[in-house]
């Protein structure tokens, strides 16, 4: 009997043996990964922040050494890790993302206000379709569920910035200012997101 293959096939990363594995992350890193793994009582608690700090340090993207890494540094299997990095999309786990990752809502407001208008647009603009990366790196595009702003709509989200509602001329805007951003903007968000985790456990600590 034919299997029915109900969404495109994916490659998966073939996952690096435990002996294997090549330890990559920055002293800042390890003593963040350190500090926070002394508030979880089960290290396996620390697996969301864990995959935060691996993301910034594999460059805004989760391949499959990171993942090894991350399942060493906590004493899981590859496998756990990798099942929950894939459930959330923040993650980039399932195909590599370039410097900017610009989100495109299509959810119903804002289908409704223009979204595919503007997801064309872009897609003209920057020679890419959902889930692909310029050739130079720099843009990947993808397409989001509701991202909880429908008053904006219709609505882009790069990194932790809103854009909407959207417009061409924002379009053009966004994608010059990100051209001159040197920073990656993933990159910037996982750090920016476990530094909140890290002060979010300090508070905790002094409440003790
Ligand atoms: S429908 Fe687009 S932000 Fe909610």
Redesign the pocket.
């Known amino acids: 009997m034919d299997l029915i293959q109900l969404t495109e096939k994916e490659e998966r990363p073939q996952a690096p043996k435990p002996g294997e594995v090549e330890l990559r992350f920055s002293d800042r890193g390890v003593k963040e990964l350190d500090y926070l793994l002394t508030h979880y009582p089960d290290r396996k608690s620390a697996m969301l922040p864990a995959l935060w700090i691996a993301q910034r340090e594999y460059g805004g993207n989760l391949p499959a050494e990171a993942v090894a890494e991350v399942a060493v540094r906590l004493g899981r299997s590859y496998a756990e890790v990798e099942g929950v990095a894939t459930f959330y999309t923040m993650y980039h786990i399932r195909h590599a993302v370039g410097k900017h990752v610009i989100e495109v809502?299509?959810?119903?407001?804002?289908?409704l206000c223009g979204?595919y208008r503007i997801a064309d647009y872009l897609k003209a603009k920057l020679g890419v379709d959902w889930g692909e990366t310029t050739p130079d790196g720099t843009f990947t595009l993808e397409e989001v569920e509701?991202?909880?702003?429908?008053d904006?709509?219709?609505?882009l989200m790069v990194a932790d910035e809103y854009i909407g509602p959207a417009a061409e001329k924002d379009v053009d805007t966004l994608i010059e200012r990100l051209r001159n951003t040197e920073e990656p903007t993933t990159v910037r968000l996982a750090d920016e997101v476990t530094q909140a985790q890290l002060h979010k456990t300090e508070q905790a600590s002094a409440q003790d």
């Open positions: 809502c299509t959810c119903i407001a804002c289908a979204a509701c991202l909880d702003a429908c904006r709509a219709p609505v």
